[in-house]
């Protein structure tokens, strides 16, 4: 038999070590990995040698079974085991699977490279191999012979007038019922077989990783991995067809893993892809290692007093050892940690009065060590017992108690309504209570705002009076600035016309000083007098001031003043 169906994986149908468990002998220390350690621990029996690998969930490999005309598809491929299976039956006296007819080129059924002709010949299968074409004649080699078409050298799953033909890939496993309704799976390889009696079924080419139903915690809904059950049917007495599971596939993710049954022995199963079909082997559960995290209530716990209460407690735990708890009969740990939870609560509550319990809602790492609080005997309760025997009990059952916390309590009966009724004036008195100080720190903030607007008034009013002091002085500066440029350029006018006028006249002067002519003299006299007579009138009368003219002008002056003088004294 070729190398491909034996040298099959068989970790890939279960991977990992793990072992059976015994109910009676399972103690809470032992862990899984102490049993691929040691040949005998606590898991198992004293006389129990060491098990292989999955040694109880393996069924006998029947792909692997010395059988007539079963040949597996080595690297030469399907012609290949074709031709092996035919020459088998032609040793043993039956006739051949492979035609001896021979291809042309230019009429009849035409067999394309990479197909495989189909034919049947009185029931019996004939196989062409070859591409061409494969004339109707002459008729003598038609006439019991029927032509069924062709099917190609790479298609999964072939089956013919009793030859079967299977060949999967990589992530594909094919499941086989063979003549004796025997299952076996292959994966990785191929077959080509020819049944004498009965058949070889092709049940189910299952996708590995893409299994069909999807399982979940039904707590946290986290998804613990995938399953597909491959079913055959079969007629019965009856004549009625029923169908029955022959087959289970898994494919379990990374840090899960499942947990195997036969009768009373348990096996874990590793993350990976798994198949079982083994009859005797069930699947208990699937199961998560990671961190799971859960708010859950508990059901009602009376107090000393008598004192109804539901507590809602927080837990994050981690399942370490999977076959402990299902040893104990658990489902998923969220079972397991309920029920102790509640058993665990009950006790300690049932010792405390309802009057230490009112006082502190929570139990949280913001009170854990507050020990002045006035109710520190129900947070001592529940931090030195409740998360200690929580703990011893997880480990009890394979899991880590990583944090537990009480979020609320609620009292219930009479006195949950009285507590609400005394709550309700309670907040009805903090609110009013509320009202009034909001009220008078509104009226202080008024008051604030309206002294902070005055006093920015104020601000800003002599701010305004500096501003307009200021433009007065410096407009004052500018005016008297002004006046002082005015002057000074006025007075710089008038000094220079007088010097420009000084000199005209000097130059004037010069000019007639050299006129010689007494005749331009006397015109210059005449226009000098011209001038005067218009710019004075021509009824001013003009008193001479040099000779006899000036003491004519004397005379005059004194008598007019001798005159006024006499008057006076009249």
Known sequence: MSTRINEEDADTVFGGPSYPVQHEDLKKSDRIDESHDNHSTGTHPKNLERVSLHEFSKTADYALEERPFFVPIAKDGIIAALGRIDRQLRDSGRPGLLSSKVPVSWTGREVSPGFLGLIKHGGLPKILTKPGRYPGFPLRNWWSRQWCGTKGLSDT???????????????????????????????????VAYAIDGTYDVLAVVDQTHLS???????????????????????????????????????IPANNCAILQRGDDLELLPAGQHYITNPNVTLRGLFTLGENQLELPTKDIYTRDQVPVGLRIYLKWQLMEPLKLTT?????PYDALRDKTQSILTQIVAHLDYGTMVKQRSLGPDNLEDGSDPSSAFIDALRTRAMDEMHEAALEYGIILKDLAVIDR?????????????????????VEAANVDREN??????????????????????????????SVIAAAKAQAERTKIEALAEAEAIRLTAEA???AVSIRAAADAKVTDQFARGMEMRRVEVTRVQAFGNKTVFVPTDGTGVQMGNAMAVGMAAGMANGHEA
């Not at 309504?417 to 005394?422: A, P, R």
Request: glycine share 6%; no cysteine; aromatic share 6%.
């Open 441 to 470: 720190s509104n009226k202080v903030k008024q008051e604030e705002g309206a002294l902070a607007v005055a006093r920015i008034k104020a601000q800003s009013r002599n701010a305004q009076a500096d501003s307009e002091a200021y």
């Open 410 to 430: 609620e009292f219930k009966g009479d006195i949950a309504s009285t507590m609400d009724k005394l709550t309700t004036r309670a907040l009805q008195a903090q």
């Open 213 to 251: 139903t999807e399982i979940r915690d039904t707590v946290t809904d986290a998804i613990l991995g995938s399953i597909a059950e491959i079913k055959m049917r079969s007629h019965i007495a009856s004549g009625k067809e029923q169908e029955y599971v022959v087959a289970l596939f898994l494919n």
């Open 328 to 332: 104990h009969g658990y489902n998923t």
């Open 157 to 191: 799953a072939i089956q013919f007038q009793g030859l079967t033909v299977v060949q999967v890939s990589q992530n594909q496993a094919a499941v086989i019922s063979d003549p004796q309704n025997r299952i076996f799976v292959v994966k990785n390889s191929g077959f």
């Open 501 to 503: 006028d000084a000199q």
